[in-house]
């Protein structure tokens, strides 16, 4: 999703009397009164200033959506990572800022338009600003806020529902992002510690003419929902929301750092709780692992590929035809 970069409230401000200055020197350029062009810019200042700012703030709300009308997988990834009520409060104090400081703006034009001397234009238009900079302070906060909840809504996937799609779950550091690379030979962030992916992250893959989605999520660790972090919330959230295969990796070796009885217990609850999806288990880090470490995991997990850094077993055909049946 596309939300344009939002300026911090020292920023904006800098930026708007930086612009409103040119603008009020260029629109007054032609004014032959000394004195009348001194006050009448003066009074410019005040108005561009204040009609940056409210254009600035108008715009940050309306390139946030509304929430209402995201598709519920984007509403729900939204809801896990900000608080959406907060967020409605924050667009709704930008609102009420730009339309304050234009108020403001044309509270002080007014007084100048009564006969005001160049001295108290001046005086009136750094009255003007030292109000506008003390509400820009006060929106700080806020604009920070959404500042932060740009990031989320700009990482929200793009996806092709109708597409038949690849889910990979599994514990974190067990190699699901690796396997992403795998399947489409995109470059993700891979790294050897657990929570690396933060969010969802989407690649294509080919396959008989067939274009699939393959989905990575971030890590699940065997625990209830209510005990499970953002980063965690989201891969239930595409679970939930994206129809497709579920891929859940299990890494036999322990080099991922939680022991295989808790990612099959892990695996034994999402192919429960998400019943009526294909389902297939890949066995990972089999160049690492033992013999001993792949038979004791290919008993517990039952049916599954193997995968690793120098498998050759065609991971790619064996995932899309449990995928497409063909
Ligand atoms: N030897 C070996 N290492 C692997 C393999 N797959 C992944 N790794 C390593 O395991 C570590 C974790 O890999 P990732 O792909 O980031 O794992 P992930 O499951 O996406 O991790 P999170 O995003 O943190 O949940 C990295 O150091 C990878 O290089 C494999 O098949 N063999
Ligand atoms: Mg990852």
Do not use: W
Not at 169 to 190: D, M, Q
């Amino acid at each position: 999703m596309k939300i344009d970069y939002i300026q911090g409230s020292e920023e904006l401000l800098d930026n708007a009397l930086g612009k409103a200055a040119k603008q009020a020197s260029k629109s007054t350029a032609a004014i032959r009164s000394a004195n009348i062009r001194a006050i009448s810019k003066e009074k410019a200042k005040i108005r561009f200033t204040a009609e940056y700012l409210y254009e600035r703030f108008s715009k940050i709300v309306r390139m946030f959506p509304t929430i209402e009308e995201m598709h519920p997988f984007h509403k729900e990834l939204i809801s896990v990572s900000l608080d959406v009520k907060t967020l409605r409060e924050n667009l709704g104090h930008m609102q009420k800022t730009g339309s304050l400081i234009k108020n403001i703006a044309a509270t002080q034009i007014r007084k100048i338009r009564k006969n005001a001397s160049k001295k108290d234009a001046i005086a009136m238009k750094n009255q003007f600003i030292a109000r506008a900079a003390s509400m820009l302070k006060r929106a700080s906060p806020s604009i920070e806020f959404l500042r932060a909840a740009r990031k989320e809504f700009i990482e929200l996937p793009e996806l092709d529902f109708s597409l038949p799609a690849i889910l990979v779950a599994g514990f974190p550091n067990v190699g699901k992002t690796t396997l992403l690379k795998r399947l489409t030979g995109s470059e993700p962030e891979i790294a050897p510690y657990p929570f690396t992916t933060k969010g969802i992250k989407v690649g294509h893959m080919e396959y008989k003419f067939h274009e699939i989605l393959v989905i990575d999520t971030p890590g699940l660790l065997d625990r209830e929902y209510e005990k499970r972090n953002p980063v965690e919330k989201k891969a239930i959230s595409a679970l939930k929301h994206v129809a497709g295969m579920v891929l859940f990796v299990v890494d036999p070796t322990l080099s991922c750092g939680y022991p295989l009885k808790e990612q099959v217990s892990l695996m034994k609850e999402i192919k429960s709780n998400f019943k009526g999806r294909k389902f297939l288990v890949v066995l990972n880090k089999s160049d690492i692992a033992s013999e001993d470490e792949m038979k004791l995991a290919a008993k517990l997990v039952g049916s599954c590929v193997v995968s690793g850094e120098t498998e050759k077993t065609g991971l790619k055909e064996q995932v899309a035809k449990v995928l497409i049946g063909k």
